[in-house]
């Protein structure tokens, strides 16, 4: 620790002496402090609003003999044997080797039980994918010159179907969220097509065998990416354009989408 500054020391001694009242200019003296304090030679606080500051034993050693005190030497490191403990308590802290073992298996089990747990936990886990439509009520005002109010109402109606049409800053008054669908998101795996299987597949069953969802054959069928067959309200694939469609849509090498 470096030697004291004599402002410091005057500090010290004044915080010795009990803090006697006294005219600090600026309040320097409790930025002082604090720097003592730093050094383990006083204690500084405040309680109820109050500072307040107090010695410590290294504090008063400090102005008994003008130098700090001295830090306690480390043990030596040696060969010295450690006391023998009384032979009661070594077989209190030692327990059997045979209870030792009982008490690694307890512990194996519960750490095997906790992992299987989170395991099943995790399998069990499944995330959906929703399809949310948003309804707004917004509001806004603008200001047209016309001849009537429903040649004003014709120009801002037009002026609204214009594509990306922005009538300025718009208030929203009301909003309504409803969920209008949900489907898995896992992988599902491709079922294999039995040769004694029925010729026509739903869309659900042709899209498990696909290996895709519902939702995305669906779209494929009203874009008219695959072929269709329809009875009466329902759309179902063959099994030949099923195997039409992986044909034509196998590729080697490097693929450009279109």
């Not at 003999?65 to 001295?70: D, K, N, V």
Request: aromatic fraction near 6%; charged fraction near 25%.
């Amino acid at each position: 620790m470096p030697k004291l500054t004599d402002r410091q020391v005057e500090v010290l001694k004044w915080i010795g002496q009990g803090c006697p009242p006294r005219d600090w200019p600026d309040q320097t003296h409790k930025n002082t402090a604090r720097a003592l304090a730093s050094r383990g030679l006083a204690r500084v606080g405040r309680k109820n609003k109050v500072w307040t500051a107090g010695i410590t034993e290294a504090g008063e050693f400090y102005l008994s003999h003008g130098h700090p005190m001295p830090r306690p030497e480390p043990p030596e490191t040696g060969t010295a044997a450690l006391p023998a403990q009384p032979p009661a308590l070594a077989r209190r802290e030692e327990p059997a080797p045979e209870s030792t073992a009982r008490q690694m298996r307890r512990v194996a089990a519960r750490k095997k039980s906790t992992a299987v747990k989170q395991v099943q936990r995790t399998i069990k886990e499944t995330y959906l994918r929703y399809k949310v439509v948003v309804t707004r009520v917004q509001v806004t005002e603008r200001f047209v010159r016309a001849t009537s109010e429903e040649d004003a109402a014709e120009k801002i109606q037009a002026e609204l179907e214009r594509p990306y049409g922005y009538l300025g800053s718009w208030k929203t008054t009301m909003s309504e969220v409803d969920v209008v669908e949900a489907e898995q998101t896992t992988v599902i795996g491709p079922t294999h097509l039995s040769a004694d299987g029925p010729l026509l597949l739903s869309i659900r069953d042709a899209a498990k065998a696909l290996g895709i969802s519902y939702s995305t054959l669906y779209q494929m069928t009203n874009q008219g990416d695959i072929e269709w067959v329809a009875i009466g309200n329902r759309k179902f694939i063959s099994r030949e354009i099923l195997m039409d469609f992986i044909k034509a849509n196998t590729h080697k090498g490097y693929y450009v989408a279109r």
